[in-house]
């Protein structure tokens, strides 16, 4: 499952150019990661809230995807807690309830400084499902 999550992440030209990596994927979760480069960060040197919110917004699809298929976000919100300082993001996901048509998924993001994360921003989210193409 996690290759096919890889493969999949790799035709996504903005997660490219992020530099996201999917580290785990399995039903009903996901964990997505990325460098934070100085090119991601705002004007007081920690990850842009965009940066943050784009990898809570994929997460959660990808914890949607492994229980609906084929999906996309209906909408999601983002609560930020602190800025995000430090080497990494780490966005963990996990579906709270699925139907056949959607499932609703949360999502912690962590900023990773010398080993030790810290939670920066938590993300609720509907995934629905999508025919495939």
């Known amino acids: 499952m996690l290759e096919k999550g890889r493969e999949i992440l790799s035709q996504q030209s903005f997660s490219l150019l992020l530099g996201a ?7 009903g979760s996901a964990e997505l990661s990325l460098e ?15 940066v943050v919110s784009y990898l809570a917004d994929n997460c959660i699809t990808f914890a ?9 976000t209906s909408e999601y919100k983002v609560n930020y807690v ?13 579906v709270l309830y699925s139907g056949k ?5 949360e999502c ?6 010398d080993g030790e994360e810290k939670l920066v921003a938590v993300s ?10």
């Open 21 to 27: 990596k999917l580290e785990a994927f399995a039903a």
């Open 36 to 50: 934070i480069r100085d090119d991601l960060k705002q004007n007081n040197g920690f990850a842009h809230g965009g």
């Open 64 to 72: 949607g995807a492994s229980v609906l298929g084929s999906c996309v």
């Open 82 to 94: 602190r800025p995000a300082i430090g080497d990494k993001l780490i966005a963990r996901s996990t």
């Open 101 to 105: 048509r959607q499932a609703t998924c």
């Open 108 to 113: 912690k993001v962590y900023a990773q400084a």
């Open 124 to 133: 609720l989210g509907t995934i629905s499902r999508i025919a495939a193409s």
